[in-house]
């Protein structure tokens, strides 16, 4: 068993335990930002390949205590690196820190890119070279107000970053994030799905994959795959068994709309590259006006949220308006809104009956849920 940390949004922590438990990890201990667990390799890429959740699965290499930036260069000078992985392979290196009480960041991470090429010429007579865009190997740092941890990559870039999402549009939102709101929403493949500001697509890319039981992670490849220590024949066997489960692309139920054409253009060029177009159906529309595409379903989309006033003023216009629309040709609905704009549903004139704290990146959301009944909803 070796010891790893998985990250996540905040507020997806409980939906990774999940993610986890299903690859069959053991001992996973949920924290603010992730979860810490223990498992086999095999269950290190099954979560890897599976958790549409988790943002990166990291390997705990090694762990102290430290008083001053020599205690971690010594720290990360014993551990073995040239068994896991070449000095002809790039490297990245990476701190993150919580009530950490050295000045700069900046030389720990110095510290221990010295302390690995260091580690590297006394054992092998090389050093691997540095490479901040597209390292083979990634080395991340975290430390507490009185431990040093360090760890290496297993998943390479983000594993939000499923390969598929080619032509955005402005302020696109994480999959993982998009994939906990959809669990959230309690959404299954077979109810009607709705986002009618899909802008690039990422709930209906999400949805798709999920209704055709893809595994997030079969189009992509891995940091595990780049150690000494990687199992191919393992791998090779999980990879062939996902594939194996995927279900022929079909009509879906899941529905996407936006008033932009150039949005819709998007969402078209990146399910059609994912083979994803014959589970969603696409249109141009303002969510004003369309129809509900089924008797009852669910609803989700991320409206804009203005960070100018111009914007907050038109956008408090148009709240109003939205919660109208949703009264009017909602009913039976269940719809779940992701904003950064607290005011949404005071404008909207809806009681939402539930509201989920999430983050969106850097900023902090709310999903707010309103189910929308005959009748009204006002307060």
């Not at 969402?267 to 590259?273: I, K, P």
């Not at 408090?316 to 704009?341: Q, V």
């Not at 009681?351 to 707010?368: H, V, W």
Request: charged fraction near 25%.
């Amino acid at each position: 068993m070796e010891n790893f940390f998985a990250s996540c949004p905040r507020g997806l922590e409980p939906l990774l335990v999940e993610d986890l438990s299903a690859a069959g990890v053991a001992h996973a201990k949920q924290i603010p930002g992730g979860v810490h667990f223990s498992a086999d390799w095999p269950a290190c890429y099954s979560a890897n390949l599976h958790s549409r959740i988790a943002t990166r699965i990291l390997w705990q290499v090694s762990r102290g205590p430290y008083l001053k930036e020599d205690d971690i260069y010594r720290q990360a000078l014993a551990v073995p690196w040239p068994t896991w992985f070449d000095a002809g392979q790039t490297i990245r290196v990476d701190i993150t820190a919580l009530k950490c009480p050295l000045r700069s960041l900046e030389f720990i991470t110095l510290r221990i890119k010295d302390a690995l090429c260091d580690r590297f010429r006394a054992d092998v007579g090389k050093r691997p070279s540095v490479d901040t865009r597209e390292p083979e190997v990634r080395i991340h740092g975290f430390l507490n107000a009185s431990e040093c941890t360090l760890y290496i990559d297993t998943s390479g870039a983000p594993l939000y970053q499923r390969g598929l999402r080619q032509k955005t549009v402005e302020a696109p939102l994480k999959e993982n994030v998009a994939a906990g709101i959809l669990r959230f929403s309690g959404w299954q493949p077979g109810i009607p799905l709705l986002d009618p500001m899909c802008g690039s697509g990422t709930f209906l890319l999400e949805a798709a994959q999920m209704a055709l039981n893809i595994a997030p992670g079969a189009g992509r490849d891995f940091g595990f795959q780049r150690l000494k220590n990687f199992r191919l024949l393992e791998w090779k066997r999980l990879l062939d068994t996902a594939m194996d489960a995927e279900k022929p692309a079909a009509s879906a139920q899941i529905y996407g709309s936006d008033i932009s054409p150039v949005a819709v253009r998007a969402a078209l060029a990146n399910l059609d590259r994912a083979g994803l177009l014959p589970a969603v159906t696409l249109r141009s529309g303002d969510l004003l006006e369309i129809d509900a595409p089924a008797v009852a379903g669910i609803l989700v989309t991320n409206p804009p949220y203005g960070e100018r006033l111009s914007e907050q003023d038109e956008l408090a216009d148009l709240y109003p308006h939205l919660g109208s629309a949703l009264k009017r040709k909602f009913a039976g609905w269940n719809c779940y809104l992701l904003s950064a704009d607290m005011r949404m549903p005071k404008l909207m004139r809806l009681t939402p009956s539930k509201k989920t704290p999430l983050y969106n990146g850097a900023l902090e959301c709310r999903l707010f849920e309103f189910k929308m009944v005959a009748g009204s909803n006002r307060r």
